[in-house]
Nanobody, 124 residues
Framework: QVQLVESGGGLVQAGGSLRLSCAAS????????MGWFRQAPGKEREFVAA????????YYADSVKGRFTVSRDNAKNTVYLQMNSLKPEDTAVYYC?????????????????WGQGTQVTVSS
């Protein structure tokens, strides 16, 4: 079956960096665009970043633009989220998802598969 497994979360001070990974199995990875979302307590899941099947195209939420970078390694079936200049408001559970239609990658309800999430906590 399809599995998306996130890793790399943790506790970091404001201004610090983390690199999240999402390893995919059970699907043809290059068939799917990939996205990152996050969900803070009491809030809805929100879009963070997305990357096209080849990795040639990316886009970001305004709140993370210039600080976060999404990338993928299709040989390793893995997508990454490099997070720099972290702020306390970035604290959330971060999820990766796989979506067939890259044009819909901002919409959580369009995703075909989700990982279980990894906690990121940024202290002030």
């Amino acid at each position: 079956q399809v599995q998306l497994v996130e890793s790399g979360g943790g506790l970091v001070q404001a201004g610090g960096s983390l690199r999240l990974s999402c390893a995919a199995s059970g699907l043809t990875f290059t068939t799917y665009a990939m996205g990152w979302f996050r969900q803070a307590p009491g809030k809805e899941r929100e879009f963070v970043a997305a990357i096209s099947r080849s990795g040639a195209n990316t886009y970001y939420a305004d709140s993370v633009k210039g600080r976060f970078t999404v990338s993928r390694d299709n040989a390793k079936n893995t997508v990454y989220l490099q997070m720099n200049s972290l702020k306390p408001e970035d604290t959330a559970v971060y999820y990766c998802g796989a979506i067939f239609d890259y044009s819909a990658a901002r919409r959580a309800n369009e995703y075909d598969y989700w990982g279980q999430g990894t906690q990121v906590t940024v202290s002030s």
